[in-house]
């Protein structure tokens, strides 16, 4: 059942909720095949009367081919083959595509029940040649989002349910398979809140890591963040980065621009924060959009330097991608250096991140399932 976006108000609770609003399978007998293991998919076959070496020849043609549809399998009887034409992989539909100047390209992927999400791969070249050396996906986890961040143009389209494992594993391959190049690393920063739809994004990592064959260490899971949940993640002890968006310094600031916020006072995220960094080793990355004449003031430097001082952390500046709902401005250059000096005189790790496919409309931020 799918929740309406105009029952869901701009707080914790409703977020909350939305996290019990799973995704429904695209049809109740018959469970897409993506995202299983090799030994459910050797059951499967073997459940429809064929011998268990023609798992292993799915689970190829599955995460290695790209099949789209069991008729894709050539190596399978054609008789087969033909009476499971129909039965669902779980891959969606290509229904747009665009591509910025800087290589980006934006897709917009129809899933099973007609539903659009956005997925985003970002290519990097070498310096000295055309040659890609890095292929990056910034995956969404649900369809809209229940936070509502009022810089961000996806919280502007409310939600309507969360993504299953396979349509998360899906816009991966979609955009390996659009650029013939394997993928070597994984955002969670297209539409949605991970941690809101925890289980099907744990099985998307394990899938990605298992059956893919990419490095947890080359993945990052981002999170607004919301009370305890980053708690339950630091059990699973992955290798996977955590990143959380605080964009602010300041707790007044920042429940003006996250309205979950007023729930999760700024200290409690961070004593979470430092949790997780005890219980996994690993550090925490701070995302940080920069909004000129709110947060990105020499004193807002100061005060978040204040709260990370001795944090095993790194913090990533975005410098603000505008979008037509609201009127934010991109501080210029020189204010930009002068916070990171700032953190950096303080010995806060510190880097810009300026965003890919701004021009495309798929930069951090951006990304609201519609053409651009």
Same mark, same amino acid.
């Given at each position: 059942?799918?929740? &309406? ?6 707080? *914790? ?19 897409? @095949?993506?995202?299983? #293991?090799?030994?459910? =998919? ?48 779980? /891959? ?20 099973? &029940? ?19 050396? /890095?292929?990056?996906?910034?995956? #969404? ?21 969360? =993504? ?21 690393? !994984?955002?969670? %920063?297209? %539409?949605? $809140?991970? @941690? ?5 994004? *744990? ?15 080359? %993945? ?15 059990? +699973? ?8 968006? @605080? +964009? ?6 920042? $429940? ?39 947060? &990105?003031?020499?004193? +807002?430097?100061?005060? =978040? ?8 952390? +790194? ?32 010995? !806060? ?6 965003? /890919? ?16």
């Amino acid at each position: 059942m799918h929740s &309406d976006s105009s029952t869901l108000p701009a707080d *914790l609770s409703s977020a909350e909720a939305a996290e019990s609003t799973v995704a429904p399978a695209d049809d109740s007998l018959q469970a897409p @095949l993506l995202g299983q #293991s090799l030994d459910q =998919l050797t059951a499967w076959v073997q459940q429809q009367g064929q011998p268990a070496y023609r798992g292993k020849q799915l689970y190829q043609w599955l995460y290695q081919q790209g099949a789209r549809s069991l008729s894709d399998v050539t190596v399978f009887p054609k008789v087969w083959r033909a009476a499971l034409a129909d039965y669902p992989i779980g /891959r969606s539909q290509i229904h747009y595509r665009a591509t910025a100047p800087d290589g980006t390209v934006k897709f917009l992927l129809r899933l099973a &029940d007609g539903h659009i999400i956005e997925t985003v791969g970002m290519p990097t070249y070498a310096y000295t040649s055309s040659d890609l050396t /890095r292929l990056t996906v910034c995956v #969404s986890s649900q369809v809209g989002c229940p936070m509502a961040c009022d810089f961000c143009a996806t919280g502007k389209g409310g939600f309507l349910r969360n =993504l299953a494992a396979h349509e998360i594993i899906d816009q991966v391959l979609t955009v390996q398979e659009d650029f013939g190049q394997r993928v070597s690393n !994984i955002v969670f %920063m297209g %539409m949605g $809140e991970p @941690l809101l739809n925890t289980d099907n994004v *744990l099985a998307a990592v394990r899938s990605l890591n298992t059956d893919v064959g990419i490095g947890q260490r080359t %993945m990052t899971i981002s999170t607004v963040g919301i009370p305890g949940h980053i708690r339950r993640l630091a059990q +699973h002890k992955l290798q996977v980065t955590l990143a959380v968006s @605080l +964009h602010a310094s300041n707790q007044p600031t920042r $429940e003006a621009l996250i309205p979950s916020a007023k729930h999760y006072p700024l200290e409690a995220l961070l004593d979470e924060c430092r949790e997780y960094v005890q219980h996994t080793g690993r550090r925490v990355t701070f995302e940080y959009i920069l909004l000129a004449g709110l947060n &990105d003031e020499p004193e +807002h430097a100061e005060e =978040l330097a204040h709260h990370l001082r001795g944090f095993q952390s +790194h913090v990533n500046l975005i410098p603000y991608n505008p979008i037509s709902e609201v009127d934010y401005q991109r501080p210029d250059e020189r204010r930009i250096k002068a916070f990171v000096r700032s953190l950096q005189d303080h010995h !806060i790790a510190v880097s810009v991140r300026y965003s /890919r496919g701004l021009e495309a409309d798929a930069a951090c931020g951006q990304l609201r399932a519609r053409r651009g």
